[in-house]
């Protein structure tokens, strides 16, 4: 079964819409067939996901660090949790297990995950389509920022469009589909 990875917050965040995103996210890509990668937790945006995604009757894969399983509280009930030794390992499984790449609103390490899987793309590490879900323009100030790195020289273009941005998964799933 192919597998999407969903990169997203360990904290529900303050915008209820997000949590309601993330359950929406989930849904999605098990109807699109999909099986989810994920952080492993059972908290904040990384429990929405897996729990939907549970009851859709979808596939979950779990990755954690040891240190983090008691920290995020890793979910019992996945379909299958790994756990790590650490974050190097953590990310590296991810992307193994993976076909594709979604980052959902959330903080540092949300982007440390989506930027390493961008830059693994960018220097050809794997070509898989990678995504980042815009809900609610949580990440407009962030898309900015890279139209002014290609702007200022330091993005080539087609480096740019090693990811495509849409408010909705279905639109990320659909342009998936179109490469």
Wanted: aromatic fraction near 8%.
């Amino acid at each position: 079964m192919p597998r999407i990875c969903i990169f997203c917050g360990a904290r529900p965040g303050t915008n209820a819409g997000f949590l309601a995103t993330a359950r929406e996210t989930a849904r999605a890509v098990v109807r699109a067939g999909y099986g989810i990668v994920y952080g492993g937790g059972r908290v904040g945006l990384m429990g929405a996901i897996a729990d939907a995604a549970l009851e859709a009757g979808g596939e979950v894969i779990g990755v954690i660090p040891r240190g983090l399983a008691t920290a995020e509280v890793a979910h019992d009930r996945v379909t299958m949790l790994h756990v790590v030794e650490s974050m190097h390992e953590r990310k590296a499984m991810m992307a193994d297990l993976s076909d594709a790449f979604v980052a959902l609103p959330g903080g540092f390490g949300t982007m440390d995950e989506f930027h390493e899987i961008l830059t693994w793309r960018q220097l050809a590490i794997h070509d898989k389509p990678i995504g980042l879900l815009n809900a609610d323009g949580y990440y407009d100030t962030l898309l900015a920022l890279y139209d002014r790195m290609e702007r200022d020289g330091f993005l080539p273009e087609h480096t740019r469009a090693l990811f495509v941005a849409a408010p909705t998964i279905d639109t990320l799933l659909q342009r998936f589909a179109e490469r």
